[in-house]
């Protein structure tokens, strides 16, 4: 019996494995247009949801800048792992203090392709190898596409075009400064906060987003067409 269920663990572990590793080579073809965990769950549990890809020569510029901005500010230095970060972390934790967040762009977009949300070490182990093989097999700019394309943005909101749609009335190519930097300040917590609505610390966090994303230059060159 034991070896029994060893076994199947083995299995359920090396599918797990696999899928992203024979998937990702895949996803560097610009016709194909990944689904996340959850989109399948809402899907398959016949839910309501919304998801409409486009290309991210199809999104606003500032959009782009300020997801980087707000959510992974080395995006186009690191190798999927920040490194620095990391280990900021880990000290957190062994000193037992509370620990804040490490996650990459890279990450956060195998997570939501290939893995399960909540917090977990069991997660974060599995995560942080598929975010490295993901930076190594996909350029940043397909990354920052595909990341755009899956992330939830409110209960069956899935991508920036329609999220774009839901909360402003307008496509994604269209945002403006200010639009963008809400949205991307929204991502931390997407069902508690809302940008079309902001309260006073969303609107505080917007207005640095804001600034950064304008003056980021050079800083986002890996996402800026060749």
């Known amino acids: 019996m034991i070896r029994r269920i060893a076994a199947i663990a083995a299995l359920v ?13 895949l996803y560097a073809l610009r016709a194909v247009h990944p689904v996340s ?18 290309d991210i020569d199809a999104i606003a510029p500032v959009m782009v800048y300020s997801v980087m901005m707000s959510e992974d500010g080395q ?3 690191h190798d999927g792992i920040d490194w620095g970060e990391m280990r900021a972390v880990v000290e957190e934790a062994l000193a037992g203090e509370e620990t804040r967040g490490a996650s990459t762009i890279p ?7 290939f893995l399960w949300g909540g917090r977990s070490y069991v997660r974060k182990a599995i ?7 993901l930076d190594l097999v996909l350029s940043k700019r397909r990354i920052m596409e ?25 496509s994604a190519a269209r945002l403006t400064a200010r639009q963008a930097a809400l949205l991307a300040v929204t991502l931390p917590n997407p069902i508690q906060r809302n940008p079309a609505n902001p309260g006073r610390g969303l609107n505080r966090l917007a207005d640095r987003v804001q ?7 050079d800083y986002v060159g890996c996402v800026k067409p060749a």
């Not at 572990?13 to 080579?25: G, H, K, Q, R, Y």
């Not at 990450?107 to 392709?113: A, D, F, H, S």
């Not at 755009?148 to 899935?158: A, F, S």
């Not at 600034?211 to 230059?217: E, I, L, Y």
Request: proline share 4%; hydrophobic share 50%; with cysteine.
């Open 13 to 25: 572990i090396l599918v797990l494995v696999a899928i992203p590793l024979i998937l990702t080579p």
């Open 211 to 217: 600034r950064m994303a304008k003056s980021s230059g």
């Open 127 to 133: 995560e942080a190898p598929l975010a490295l093989y």
């Open 107 to 113: 990450m956060q977009t195998v997570k939501n392709l």
């Open 75 to 77: 995006f186009c230095r």
């Open 146 to 170: 595909i990341y755009l394309n899956v992330v939830e943005w409110d209960r069956g909101i899935y991508g920036i075009e329609a999220a774009a749609q839901h909360y402003f009335g307008r």
């Open 37 to 54: 965990t959850l989109m399948l769950a809402d899907h398959f549990g016949f839910r309501s949801m919304q998801r409409e890809w486009v």
